[in-house]
Nanobody, 127 residues
Framework: QVQLVESGGGLVQAGGSLRLSCAAS????????MDWFRQAPGKEREFVAA????????YYADSVKGRFTISRDNAKNTVYLQMNSLTPEDTAVYYC????????????????????WGKGTLVTVSS
């Protein structure tokens, strides 16, 4: 069992930065790849970024590539999402998820393939 709690969301102006954190409980955290997803108002949840269990492999959605960076600290059971150059289109609730895939660097994950989800943190980017 893995419980995930996101934090770090808030209101930021366009062009600004935020760092999201996802704290995990449970001894199996380091065995999971970890993903970030987001859901904007009125839209479907979409994939943002993934990181392998070791942190050695990452994969990003085209919409955030070059602006967002996913990282993890297995000693702290935490995964991060550094978001730079934010735009109003990044406004959404951001969710972290435990991903059971062994390889995350080739394809985006299926939404229904996650083992655990957090409850999300709201990011609002003003213009």
């Amino acid at each position: 069992q893995v419980q995930l709690v996101e934090s770090g969301g808030g209101l930021v102006q366009a062009g600004g930065s935020l760092r999201l954190s996802c704290a995990a409980s449970g001894r199996t955290f380091s065995s999971y790849a970890m993903d970030w997803f987001r859901q904007a108002p009125g839209k479907e949840r979409e994939f943002v970024a993934a990181i392998s269990w070791s942190g050695g492999g990452t994969y990003y959605a085209d919409s955030v590539k070059g602006r967002f960076t996913i990282s993890r600290d297995n000693a702290k059971n935490t995964v991060y999402l550094q978001m730079n150059s934010l735009t109003p289109e990044d406004t959404a609730v951001y969710y972290c998820a435990a991903d059971p895939r062994a390889i995350v660097t080739i394809d985006p994950p299926p939404l229904d393939g996650m083992d655990y989800w957090g409850k999300g943190t709201l990011v609002t980017v003003s213009s």
